[in-house]
């Protein structure tokens, strides 16, 4: 049996890609900071949302619509 000669493959080696920016202490904690303001701000916008929603119910329970007193000790602690 005779074999056909074997042709060498060739491969080309591209350089190496630019080396890429050092990432240093200060930029994973202003990452860090960043992450924690975002959260916090969150954090702030949904406890506005739901203190108005209490508030709303609250006050929306408070008023009867036969304009009948509640039954409940109110302290009247709103300003009007």
Known sequence: MLQEPISP???????APPAT????VVDVLMGAFGF?????GVAI???VL???ALIMLRDRRASR???AE???T????HSN
Request: charged residues 10%; hydrophobic residues 55%.
């Open 9 to 15: 493959i060739i491969v080309e080696v591209a350089s």
């Open 21 to 24: 920016e050092e990432i240093t």
């Open 36 to 40: 924690i303001g975002a959260l916090a």
């Open 45 to 47: 916008a949904l406890a």
């Open 50 to 52: 739901f203190a108005g």
């Open 65 to 67: 619509p036969d304009g």
């Open 70 to 72: 509640p039954s409940a």
């Open 74 to 77: 109110t302290l009247h602690l």
